[in-house]
């Protein structure tokens, strides 16, 4: 039973899509998050967007800021691939997660090795 679980999993980890990138392949930061941080990530970049062509409107905000976000739509089998590729390509990877313990950037050190120096996770029950 065992090794038939095994092969279910191994074909699911080949027909689940990738993690979706939104933005460029390369640039400052590199966002990763699944669930609902995907609206809160992709609004900031909208307001980033506004700022550049409006800078009075948030002067704050770095101008020449490159960012992007790859959202895991499926966690388990969980696919790191595309993110140790992206990885490299970045000068910071930042995990953004609604918990406490950052579950999917244990997941992926886990499965994948892979490490995040720094991580946004909001766990007050309120959205970003």
């Not at 689940?16 to 930061?29: A, H, K, N, V």
């Not at 941080?37 to 009075?56: H, T």
């Not at 994948?112 to 120096?117: A, K, Q, R, S």
Request: overall charge positive.
């Amino acid at each position: 039973m065992m090794e038939k679980r095994m092969r279910k999993e191994q074909f699911l980890l080949k027909e689940l899509p990738e993690p979706e990138l939104f933005g460029d392949e390369s640039g400052d930061i590199l966002f990763v998050g699944w669930g609902s941080v995907k609206s809160a990530v992709l609004d900031s970049f909208d307001i980033v967007k506004s700022q550049k062509s409006e800078p009075e409107a948030h002067p704050t905000l770095a101008k020449n800021l490159k960012c992007s976000y790859l959202h895991y739509e499926y966690v388990w089998p969980l696919k790191t691939e595309r993110l140790i590729k992206l990885k490299q390509n970045f000068k910071r990877v930042v995990l953004i997660e609604n918990n406490y313990l950052g579950q999917l950037g244990n997941l992926l050190r886990m499965v994948g090795g892979i490490e995040f120096e720094q991580r946004l996770l909001k766990y007050d029950g309120r959205g970003f």
